[in-house]
């Protein structure tokens, strides 16, 4: 039988069959994967598999095939920092769920979730949550954010996850489409899926009072189906979003904002920093590319590590 991966729990998949019935399925054995792909986990949210029936009346399987990903998206594994760990597979969207406070997300996490993301070829959105708790100084941070991204090609959503009145145009968005949703413990991610998914109830705690750091509430990736069509796939907040097999000579070409003026460096292997002629320098200098952005791809380039 064939079927869409709805969750994974590291050892047992729960997979949608044809005909909406869901099947208990396990590994054994040795799996057709593709060995390309070296993760720490060989079946992930989102994949189609091929699997034997194992008992019919408690409904479970065997998984034996993973069909082909078009794409799909990866973190550092939590157990490995040299291998990859595969979120979820056959996206159409990629959304990161951010907060200016309790919690803050960095720009730098920002800035990683965005260049896995196009280096995957995964289109992406930045949602901006908890608008309304926002203060003043808040909130003019939350303007800059909108125009570093923006500048950058991105669109970015403030929403309050409690308040469905600003989640609409995000709703219209994600309509029809299979749309990761990715963030920080504690910035409302659960909430969200809660009010687009009516009737999952997924739970969902209160940032640390002491630390400001949200707490873990998604143990495993979970796809949830739209009532107004389309697929959201839960994932595990994440502390950090390390970067895996990038070349330093590469990594600008997942900045968009940067990949369009690239033809224009002086050299080809110009990587942005001290080589005269650099486009890339000269769009910081035009107010074409946003300093941060560009502080925030040195900051990068200088933590991959150079590989022999």
Same mark, same amino acid.
């Given at each position: ?105 960095? @720009?730098? $996490?920002?800035?990683? !979730? #965005? ?6 070829? +995964?289109?992406?959105?930045? &949602? ?89 509430? @998604?143990? $495993?990736?979970?796809? !949830? #189906? ?6 959201? +796939?839960?994932?595990?907040? &994440? ?70």
């Amino acid at each position: 039988m064939q079927g869409l991966v709805y969750k994974s729990t590291g050892s047992w998949y729960a997979v949608r069959d044809a005909e909406g019935g869901f099947w208990d399925a396990r590994i054994k054995g040795k799996l057709k994967i593709d060995e390309e792909i070296s993760s720490t986990n060989p079946v992930a949210v989102g994949d189609t598999v091929v699997f034997d029936i194992e008992d019919d009346r408690v409904k479970t399987g065997i998984i034996k095939e993973v069909r082909d990903r078009h794409n799909y998206m990866v973190r550092v594994s939590p157990h490995n920092k040299n291998q990859k760990h595969i979120i979820a597979s056959n996206i159409d969207l990629a959304l990161l769920v951010t907060s200016i406070a309790d919690p803050r997300t960095s @720009t730098g $996490f920002i800035d990683r !979730f #965005l260049i896995t993301a196009e280096a995957y070829h +995964i289109p992406s959105i930045i &949602v901006v949550n908890k608008t309304d708790l926002l203060k003043t100084k808040q909130e003019y941070i939350l303007q800059r954010w909108q125009k570093i991204y923006s500048m950058a090609g991105y669109e970015v959503y403030p929403v309050a996850a409690t308040d469905p009145g600003t989640l609409s145009g995000l709703a219209g968005t994600i309509k029809n489409k299979t749309t990761l949703f990715s963030g920080h413990s504690g910035v409302g991610k659960s909430t969200l899926i809660n009010t687009f998914v009516p009737g999952i109830s997924l739970k969902t705690k209160v940032v640390s009072g002491w630390s400001g750091k949200g707490q873990h509430t @998604t143990t $495993f990736a979970e796809m !949830f #189906l739209l009532p107004g069509g389309g697929k959201i +796939i839960d994932t595990p907040g &994440v502390k950090e979003f390390g970067l895996i097999d990038f070349e330093k000579w590469e990594l600008s070409q997942y900045f968009p904002e940067m990949r369009i003026v690239l033809k224009d460096c002086k050299f080809n292997n110009c990587l942005h920093i001290n080589e005269p002629g650099c486009a890339v320098k000269q769009g910081v200098a035009d107010n074409r590319i946003s300093e941060e952005r560009y502080v925030s791809y040195v900051s990068i380039l200088e933590s991959i590590e150079k590989k022999w």
